[in-house]
């Protein structure tokens, strides 16, 4: 089966706008594992300009020849075998030709007058009309210090038709205070609609179908209300510990790695009003209005309604994994947590009294990230005098990783002379539908800000609704430090303290 398309309306995407993509942190892995293969899919695709160009900046003292034979080899790694068809080899060599290199210091006013200058060649020489977007694939620390630096040397202007767009990776701010700060700091030398906050989540197929799931579908957007829904639960879960980025997860923790962007961008585009239009604005007006109706939690509702945990050692595919205490780079007596819990409101019309469940965490059973709608229960009355003791909600599910798909639970009849009612799955995978095409989940992100399209990034105003929603658990954990870690083993689904969240509500968390 494939779906139907109406070919009068689909419109081919058109090649993104002549441009030099300037990343900083080059030497990076960010760089070598996704931001590099991403831009050979674009260009496979038909989407990159033809009038295009790379410029890495790095601290590293390389070679331009061993940066693009590093660069090479990374794009022949990381797209092969995902897809179908091999790498092309030929494309692959041409877009190396137009990938260059300049080292120096981040603080150094004069590494930003040799890239002035470079930018200034390139056009030149490759007829590119002086659109640049910066790709910041670095420290937080240094996000700042790179975007003043950017506007002293005038690399910020914008004259005429010409562009100039900065995107920052996450994490933005480690607190609602350093956010305010950082987006003070940026706006002294870029108007908004020049930034882009990236989120790679965002750039997951079924992310994106969530508002055409939605909004295109006349059968859900009715029963999309406290009215027919229960509860919402979205887990992110991943079977990896910290990996060697135990000095960072020191200093974040699961909840500052996690909710303030991945969970709040999940819970804004789930939660949100119809906008007006598909433009940036509007539909992230619409994300901006839920985020402030999620409602900050007391001292006393974090203790209640927020869950923290560590893991210990475990077993995870028959394999003994280490504790979080006992990772490279991680305080013995660390009490960062790798897990959270919580229990959110949105305080608004559409969703009054329906909970927003919330976990994510490391050393857990298996990687998935899914969105799950639990619907009310229908009445028993119907069926009272019959064999049926109880009715299974129906349960609308959006599949985000691994496998990218949707899923509906409802009830039918079991053959046979008596009357018994069996869950039903109706389930739809993308690789099923529509194939698979070699992606790293930053082809879209890269598009659409050399396209000019906003609307997965993260406003201003966004990012301080989600750490507002983040804030006053920091404040008591910071308060209170956990006496129990670690308080579960790998490989299980964290502390008993978030089953006992729900089951508080008579509720429970979705099995997999």
């Known amino acids: 089966m494939t779906p139907e398309t109406d070919t009068q309306t689909q419109q081919a995407a058109r090649p993104a706008d002549p441009c030099i993509m300037v990343i900083f942190g080059a030497s990076g892995d960010l760089t070598g594992r996704k931001l590099i293969p991403a831009i050979y899919n674009l260009a496979k695709a038909g989407l990159m300009p033809k009038n295009f160009a790379m410029v890495g900046v790095a601290i590293d003292q390389i070679s331009e020849e061993d940066f693009r034979k590093k660069a090479g080899k990374d794009m022949r790694e990381q797209t092969q075998g995902k897809g179908d068809a091999p790498v092309e080899c030929a494309l692959c060599d041409s877009l190396v030709e137009r990938m260059f290199y300049l080292s120096g210091d981040f603080k150094d006013p004069n ?6 200058t470079k930018l200034a060649e390139l056009d030149k020489t490759l007829g590119t009309p002086g659109n640049y977007f910066f790709y910041l694939a670095v420290s937080p620390m240094f996000f700042a210090e790179i975007v003043r630096q950017l506007g002293a040397a005038n690399l910020n202007c914008e004259v005429d038709h010409i562009w100039r767009r900065v995107v920052i990776e996450k994490p933005f701010g480690s607190d609602l205070e350093s956010a305010k700060t950082l987006n003070r700091e940026i706006q002294k030398t870029l108007s908004e609609k020049q930034i882009y906050r990236i989120d790679h989540y965002l750039g997951k197929e079924t992310v994106q179908n969530i508002l055409v799931f939605r909004f295109s579908n ?8 406290r009215r027919y829904i229960d509860h919402v639960q979205i887990t ?14 020191e200093h974040a923790g699961a909840l500052r790695d996690m909710v303030p962007n991945h969970v709040m961008q999940l819970i804004s585009l789930t939660a949100m009003e119809p906008p007006v239009s598909f433009q940036a604005d509007a539909v992230r007006d619409e994300q901006s209005k839920v985020l402030h109706a999620v409602t900050p939690m007391s001292p006393e509702e974090v203790l209640a309604r927020a869950v923290r945990g560590q893991y210990g050692a475990g077993i995870i595919d028959s394999e003994h994994v280490p504790a979080y205490r006992a990772e490279p780079m991680v305080d013995p007596n660390s009490t960062t947590e790798t897990f959270v819990a919580l229990k959110l409101s949105i305080d608004n019309w559409r969703w009054a009294d329906v ?21 009310r229960r229908a009445p028993f009355v ?15 599910v959006m599949h985000i990783q691994p496998d990218e798909g949707i899923s509906l639970r409802f009830g039918a009849k079991v053959p046979g002379p008596q009357v018994r009612v069996g869950a039903v799955n109706m389930d739809f995978h993308y690789t099923d539908y529509f194939g698979t095409e070699p992606s790293t989940g930053y082809e879209r992100l890269l598009y659409d800000c050399m396209i000019g399209d906003a609307t997965l990034f993260q406003r201003a105003d966004m990012v301080e609704a989600g750490w507002s929603v983040v804030q006053p658990i920091l404040d008591v954990w910071k308060a209170l430090p956990p006496r129990t870690f670690p308080n579960y083993p790998s490989g299980t689904w964290g502390p008993k303290e978030a089953e006992d969240l729900l089951k508080k509500d008579n509720r429970h968390w979705r099995d997999f």
Do not use: C, H, M
Not at 218 to 225: A, M, R, S
Not at 236 to 248: F, N, P, Q, S, T
Not at 355 to 372: D, M, N, Q, V, W
């Open 236 to 249: 992110a879960a991943e079977e990896l510990g910290v990996e060697r980025r135990g000095g960072y997860y």
């Open 355 to 375: 909970p927003f469940y919330i976990r994510t965490g490391k050393r857990l059973p298996s990687r998935t990230t899914e969105i799950a709608i639990q619907f």
């Open 111 to 116: 590494l930003y007058q040799k890239l002035a």
């Open 382 to 396: 119907l069926f009272r005098d019959t064999p049926v003791e109880k009715l299974s909600p129906n349960l609308l």
């Open 218 to 225: 006349g059968i859900f957007e009715p029963v999309w209300n």
